[in-house]
């Protein structure tokens, strides 16, 4: 079987169990997060989505209720590419997110469109209703009795807490050490994730340039809510593009059908360098915006 067979076989396979249109012909766009109807807090999102086209994509396109975005820079090498956003909505609302691709010949997919809200973004974890029955039989001329109880409601997305443990804030890449990287994120409440995925992404300290955001990373569950996995910097995404690069990393909880449970804030507290370069920090008082400078460590 030729690998051009392999590759449809695997791309009709995919849509089969995604429920997608299996026409692979024509271009394709579909959204795979956030799912159609969901409701998110207030607070940084990826939206990921899915562009298929014969050969490969020409284009791809995102708008959020109308207003066309800015993606980062896409590799449009195979027929099938990934597509993330990091969204970060102004305010609570109903908002409508809609995808297309283009191929080679100009000609656009149709439009795959979700519609989800976003609520408060400072929820509360549980619901207290205080009730008042009415006696319906007084033995005694007493006084009538309240009884208050207590329910606790069913732990959603927008009330999960994510304890970011991540170390080293400095690492290296290369020989030198530290060039070991270790995501450790603990969440509650822990009875109601299955899985944890990272996402990373690095920025440039000297431009605007990025690598774009990775397709994810499975942690390893450690019990009480704790989730870890330690890996070699060689591994992220894009690492030999930068003499020294911010990472930003974000965490998605997973619930046991796979349906993810909340993510949390997006971190940039690691700073990933080239082996054998020093980053020497310009104090803040000597210019508006300091730049950093480098010397090789001997």
């Not at 507290?269 to 210019?287: E, F, M, Y």
């Amino acid at each position: 079987m030729t690998y051009r067979k392999v590759f449809l076989l695997f791309v009709c396979f995919l849509m089969v169990g995604c429920n997608l249109p299996q026409n692979l012909t024509a271009p394709q766009a579909w959204i795979d997060a956030p799912l159609d109807g969901s409701t998110l807090p207030l607070a940084p999102y990826d939206i990921v989505f899915h562009a298929f086209a014969q050969g490969n994509p020409a284009a791809v396109e995102l708008t959020i209720n109308g207003q066309q975005v800015s993606l980062d820079p896409i590799s449009f090498d195979q027929p099938l590419v990934t597509v993330h956003y990091q969204w970060s909505p102004m305010q609570p609302g109903s908002y409508i997110i809609t995808a297309r691709a283009q191929d080679q010949k100009g000609v656009w997919s149709s439009a795959h469109t979700h519609t989800v809200s976003i609520g408060s973004a400072s929820p509360t974890s549980t619901t207290t209703l205080t009730l008042t029955p009415t006696p319906s039989l007084t033995l005694t001329p007493t006084p009538t009795s309240t009884a208050t109880f207590t329910l606790t409601a069913t732990p959603t997305a927008a009330e999960l807490v994510f304890m970011n443990a991540t170390q080293p804030k400095k690492v290296h890449r290369g020989s030198c050490l530290p060039n070991q990287l270790t995501f450790e994120v603990t969440t509650k409440p822990t009875d109601v994730i299955n899985g944890m995925l990272v996402f990373t992404r690095l920025q440039d300290t000297n431009s605007s340039n990025n690598s774009g955001w990775d397709t994810g990373m499975a942690l390893n569950p450690q019990g009480n809510g704790v989730f870890r996995r330690s890996i070699n910097t060689s591994l992220l995404n894009g690492v030999g593009q930068f003499k020294s690069a911010q990472l930003s990393y974000q965490f998605v909880a997973m619930a046991v059908d796979n349906t993810i449970l909340g993510r949390s804030q997006v971190y940039s507290d690691v700073l990933v360098t080239q082996c054998g370069l020093r980053v020497i920090p310009v104090p803040v008082a000597s210019t508006p915006t300091p730049t950093p400078t480098y010397e090789i460590v001997k």
